[in-house]
């Protein structure tokens, strides 16, 4: 059997349509966008392929009948590119649109009524108005906090269907450290992969209210309960920086939910790649985080090739990934890895022992 890869051509014919559509998105609510710097776009670039892979390895996976997306910070659907005047489209867009073999069901978590509103116009457009084949019906936009509507729609689809034939991909995205422990053990109760944007900024000032000595009681109180919030535990005072809360934040991961409903809710394989903005000025990691199977993880195998791309890229390079998602896309199978490049082993064609 072949390696599982991306079908670019697949993702190229969809950017195209995209592309032609993406200034009457953005005006069907022109305030109501996500703006974010230009190196971002690798982050959605990067969730383009995942949500194209992810979902023709587990359509192979037998046993699946509710194959899940849960994008749990959604935004509004478009994002502003900041200083380029380029709008793209956000993550839950590129995950009702990319795969070939489509999720039943996209949950999608906005905070602000506006952005939730404008997502939910926007996917009514997608589907009514171009020849973009998305099923509405199957995407769901819950507006609150996610830390509360995640849990609650967890356990809602749980009661519906039990543990088994269930399967979520989540898209973390946070911009500081929103998602809560809880709310990621809550996701851990349905098997399947974390997608998860861990961003250094925010984390790097918390971390400094702990060592600098000089911030007010109770912006360090803050701190602590922030931190703790985010990793779910006390673990974080051994940390001095960002490397080190990472790595704790992966630790938890990979023993995630132990003793919460079902004993094999961990993801005990953790990857990540790191993005750095020019400057220094912007810089995050994205974590893969998914569980072993007999025969390894198809997806981890992809996602090493992906990070050496990615984490060798200069500032060129990001306009280019730019212009891909533009649709000018003739640079796309430099950023793609092919069959060739992705060794694995001839059992690894499905997600295995969910
Ligand atoms: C980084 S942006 C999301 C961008 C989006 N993933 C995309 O690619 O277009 C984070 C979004 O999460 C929302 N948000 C922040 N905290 C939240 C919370 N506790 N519950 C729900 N949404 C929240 C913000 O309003 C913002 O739209």
């Known amino acids: 059997m ?7 051509e697949w993702i190229r014919q969809k950017l195209d349509t995209l592309t032609d559509y993406a200034d009457k998105l953005y005006n069907i609510h022109p305030g109501a966008t996500n703006e974010i710097g230009p190196w971002a776009a690798l982050k959605l670039f990067h969730l383009i392929v995942t949500v194209d892979l ?11 009948d509710r194959k899940l997306y849960f994008d749990v910070l959604a935004g509004s659907g478009i994002v502003e590119l900041e200083d380029l005047e380029v709008n793209i489209y956000g993550s839950p867009i590129i995950a009702a649109v990319f795969p070939e073999y489509p999720f039943d069901e996209l949950h999608f978590f906005e905070g602000k009524e506006e952005r939730a509103t404008a997502l939910s116009q926007r996917l009514d457009y997608i589907a009514d108005e171009t020849p973009l084949d998305i099923d509405r019906d199957a995407c769901f936009v819950h507006q609150g906090d996610a830390n509360q509507t995640v849990p609650e729609t967890v356990e809602d689809i749980i009661q519906e269907s039990g543990y088994s034939g ?6 973390a995205d946070n911009e500081r450290m929103e998602i809560s422990w809880e709310t990621m053990i809550a996701l851990s109760r349905i098997w399947g992969d974390y997608l998860i944007n861990f961003q250094h900024k925010g984390i790097s000032r918390e971390l400094g209210y702990l060592e600098s000595g000089d911030a007010s009681e109770q912006r360090i109180e803050t701190a602590h309960r922030k931190l ?12 001095s920086s960002v490397d080190e ?5 992966k630790q938890q991961l990979a023993t995630i ?8 809710n961990n993801r005990p394989i953790n990857k990540q790649i790191r993005v750095t903005g020019a400057g220094d000025r912007y810089s995050y990691d994205l974590i893969y985080a998914t569980r072993e199977t007999d025969s390894g993880s198809p997806y981890i195998q992809f996602m090493d090739n992906m990070r050496d ?14 212009d891909i998602m533009q649709g000018n896309a003739t ?7 092919d069959a060739s490049e992705v060794k694995r082993d001839e059992d690894q064609s499905s997600l295995g022992d969910f």
Not at 56 to 61: D, G, L, Q, V, Y
Not at 257 to 264: A, H, Q, R, W
Not at 311 to 320: F, H, L
């Open 2 to 8: 072949a390696p599982q890869t991306p079908d670019n």
């Open 309 to 322: 791309r990615i984490e060798r890229m200069s500032g060129d390079n990001v306009s280019d990934v730019i």
């Open 245 to 249: 809360l990472r790595d704790l934040y």
């Open 331 to 337: 640079g796309l199978d430099e950023f793609i890895p």
């Open 257 to 264: 939910g132990e003793e919460y409903d079902k004993p094999n």
């Open 54 to 64: 992810y979902t023709r390895i587990i359509h192979k996976t037998n046993g699946i």
């Open 228 to 239: 703790h919030r985010f990793v779910g535990g006390q673990q974080y005072r051994d940390c």
């Open 166 to 171: 269930t399967n979520q991909l989540t898209f």
